[in-house]
């Protein structure tokens, strides 16, 4: 039966959760001896960047859900280690692990991890480089991008945000949240399509390539029912979002390929099918059903997509056909399809959130 092997797939990417965790990125590593914009020792970007932020939340929630002791002495032994020697420069990407870290400071109450959380989140409200109209601009460790919007800021940053203003009663960090929500919806939902455009410049007002990109997509598939499941989001605002993540929805369902996943480019067939965003895609359509927020007739998608990732789960635990981290296409799309594919700590971690949601439909 499907709902056993899921639970079995699920198992085996926990399995080899820790090795891909701690894996170094050489790509990433090289470019930082060129690229380091603050300056400081790049060994602490090392394991402290989104790759990992995003693959600590995969193993939060997964805690969230067992209450299994051993997910939480992962989680408090990479924290711990971390900042004992000393964290990096404070950017988008580097903000990401604050997040899972926010969660585990609220369960624990321990301060070393309040410290942490508090000093980073008041670090976005007074020193992140703001773009025009106020936007979070997508500072990343190793580039400006001066005057950009990307919708990978919502998650990796803005949920931070927007959870210690939950955790700290900060009605200033939840409002800043609320506004950088609706702010990129703005420039980044496509409005013939609903899709989402992987960034906007203030330096000629245009979207770059016209990319609908598909992690970046899924970010924005995830991040808006975690917001919304975070904050108690005031009405005008939250019919905004949930209308911008109905229309995106519906247009994923127009273009999912028929194995069940979805294209690198979404609306181009020719692009490889890639599995981190098609478990993105999965749990977050998933997540909005579940919480009302879609028609339920959309989970039949997220159903289909569900085959063929537990195809990409090898029985090593790894999750095949995940892309490599992307930069901003800035002049074609077709640069989104050289990207290589490579295991990544986020391909494991969205892979279990979408196992873990499905078996909560079952």
Not at 54 to 81: C, I, Q, S
Not at 98 to 123: H, N, R
Request: net charge negative; charged share 20%.
């Amino acid at each position: 039966m499907q709902e056993q092997e899921v639970a079995r797939k699920l198992e085996l990417c926990v399995g080899s959760f820790k090795k891909v965790l701690y894996e170094p990125d050489d790509i990433f590593l090289k470019n930082m001896e060129k690229n380091n914009l603050a300056g400081d020792d790049i060994s602490k970007y090392q394991l402290w960047e989104w790759t990992q932020g995003v693959g600590l939340y995969g193993l939060w929630k997964l805690f969230e859900r067992t209450k299994d002791g051993r997910y939480l002495a992962t989680l408090r032994e990479y924290y711990d280690a971390r900042i004992a020697d000393g964290l990096p420069g404070k950017n988008i990407n580097t903000m990401a692990p604050v997040l899972a870290l926010s969660y585990l400071y609220e369960y624990t109450g321990d301060e070393t991890y309040g410290a942490v959380c508090k000093e980073w989140a008041q670090w976005v409200m007074d020193s992140l480089p703001k773009t025009k109209e106020g936007g979070f601009q997508h500072i990343t460790s190793d580039t400006l991008n001066d005057g950009e919007l990307w919708d990978d800021t919502l998650f990796m940053t803005v949920l931070v945000l927007a959870n210690m203003g939950r955790i700290l009663g900060r009605q200033d960090y939840t409002d800043e949240a609320v506004y950088q929500f609706l702010l990129h919806t703005k420039y980044l939902a496509d409005k013939k399509t609903g899709l989402w455009y992987h960034g906007f410049t203030f330096h000629g007002n245009h979207n770059f390539a016209g990319a609908f990109w598909g992690r970046g997509n899924c970010w924005v598939t995830i991040a808006i029912p975690l917001l919304l499941e975070m904050l108690p989001v005031g009405q005008p605002a939250r019919r905004i979002l949930v209308n911008a993540l109905e229309n995106q929805i519906a247009s994923l369902a127009k273009y999912q390929d028929g194995n069940g996943m979805w294209h690198t480019l979404i609306d181009d067939p020719t692009s490889y099918v890639e599995a981190s965003a098609t478990s993105g895609f999965g749990y977050g359509i998933l997540k909005a059903v579940h919480m009302g927020l879609v028609d339920a007739a959309y989970a039949e998608n997220a159903k289909k997509a569900l085959a063929p990732i537990l195809k990409c789960i090898r029985e090593d635990g790894i999750v095949d056909q995940v892309s490599y981290g992307t930069a901003m296409g800035r002049e074609t799309k077709d640069f989104y399809k050289q990207i290589p594919l490579r295991q990544m700590p986020y391909g494991q971690a969205m892979a279990m959130l979408f196992l873990m949601e499905a078996g909560e439909e079952a």
